[in-house]
């Protein structure tokens, strides 16, 4: 199975991605969480990455599209995967279509007010990028993850000012891809205002329909 989760920035691409990767059984490969890692461990291209992602604004294709494709090309990926957060441009997708063809592009589709509302109160884990949320999904020992122990944190770019960045980023150059896949009958959308284990649990029936 290969999946492409599109959806706004804060839509649960990340979330439902972890959860259909157990489910399936496959890699969940994260654009965002290669770059907050290599940021971590201050390689060049983590460096790099920071000067866009600080202000909400998408890295370029050229840092991007490689760096997926090496990753697609990897063992794990033999039986499938499931990308969250690339494609982002109609280049990047070209790009991809050239060299893979993917079974679906799930849209979780979430409104801009919810997701103002939704990145205000997440909190992540640095180590492993498990998502949590101050009021939906609260860790079971305040601030610490509850998968691997390590201490919570506040996305740089979950400010209030570069979400709404993020979000006019987001209309401009990756909606497009929901009629980029539409066209080739890949879209699945699903409504990303229900509860977590909803929207999985849609995704899940719409993927085997
Ligand atoms: P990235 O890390 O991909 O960020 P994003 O797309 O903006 O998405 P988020 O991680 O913010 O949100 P999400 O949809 O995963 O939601 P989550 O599950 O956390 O990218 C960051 C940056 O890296 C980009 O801005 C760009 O600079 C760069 N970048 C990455 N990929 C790139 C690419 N391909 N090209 C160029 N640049 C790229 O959920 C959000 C919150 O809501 C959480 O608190 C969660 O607990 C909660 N929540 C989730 N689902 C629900 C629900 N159903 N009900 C209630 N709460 C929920």
Redesign the pocket.
């Known amino acids: 199975m290969k999946l492409i989760l599109l959806?706004?920035?804060?839509?649960?691409?990340?979330?439902?991605?972890t959860r259909l990767a157990e489910h399936y059984s496959i890699p969940h490969i994260?654009?965002?969480?290669i770059?907050?890692a290599n940021l971590k461990a201050e390689t060049p291209l983590g460096l790099k990455?920071k000067e866009?992602?600080d202000k909400?604004?998408?890295?370029?294709?050229e840092l991007?599209v490689d760096l997926?494709m090496d990753r697609i090309a990897q063992e794990d990926c033999v039986n499938g995967y499931i990308l969250?957060?690339?494609?982002?441009?109609l280049n990047?997708a070209a790009a991809l279509d050239e060299k893979v063809a993917i079974d679906a592009a799930v849209d979780?589709e979430v409104p801009d007010e919810d997701i103002v509302k939704?990145?205000a109160?997440?909190?992540?884990c640095p180590s492993c990028g498990e998502?949590?949320?101050t009021e939906?999904?609260v860790p079971k020992k305040e601030g610490i993850c509850d998968r691997c122990g390590a201490e919570l944190i506040i996305?740089k770019?979950?400010e209030p000012e570069t979400v709404l960045k993020?979000l006019t980023?987001?209309h401009d150059q990756t909606q497009p891809l929901i009629d980029h896949y539409g066209k080739q009958d890949k879209l699945v959308a699903v409504d990303?205002?229900?509860?977590?284990e909803e929207?999985t649990n849609a995704i899940i029936a719409k993927l085997e329909a």
């Open positions: 959806g706004a920035p804060g839509a649960g691409k990340g979330t439902q991605a994260s654009t965002g969480d770059f907050r990455a866009y992602m909400g604004l998408l890295v370029p294709d991007t997926v969250d957060g690339f494609p982002r441009t990047q979780v939704r990145m109160g997440r909190r992540v998502p949590y949320h939906w999904k996305r770019d979950d993020r980023v987001y990303g205002t229900l509860s977590v929207v």
